[in-house]
């Protein structure tokens, strides 16, 4: 799994970057303040104030950790979304930078 950006925590939201081959766009994840039920998503992803994607926070069944699993569909991704969870890279020290880590459906 590759990482496709970089995070870093602000408070109950992420700001940070989303970067692929040819995409370089800013994000930021944010608490969804709609959600009324269990399977609406806990976060909303936006980019230059456009929605671009949804995140949901999930628990780790091998470590018992949360995590937010993230849904991602803009245009320059083609007709598919892009799965991706926020999570640590290797050699993070700093316990509020995440790594978006893609998540490849097939």
């Known amino acids: 799994m590759a990482a496709i950006g970089y995070v870093t925590r602000d408070g109950r939201s992420f700001k940070g970057q989303l ?3 040819s995409i370089r766009a800013e994000i930021e ?8 039920a269990d399977s609406h998503p806990g976060y909303r992803v936006t980019s ?5 994607g949804a995140g ?3 628990r780790s069944e091998t ?10 569909a803009a245009p320059e991704f083609g007709p598919r979304r892009l799965y991706a969870n926020l999570g640590r890279s290797a050699g993070q020290d700093d316990e509020d ?3 978006i880590i893609w998540n490849p459906a097939d």
């Open 63 to 72: 470590s018992g950790n949360d995590y937010v699993s993230l849904s991602l």
């Open 29 to 36: 994840i944010t608490p969804n303040p709609r959600k009324s």
């Open 56 to 58: 949901w926070l999930r």
């Open 97 to 99: 930078a995440f790594a």
């Open 19 to 21: 970067r692929t081959l």
């Open 48 to 52: 230059g104030g456009v929605e671009v």
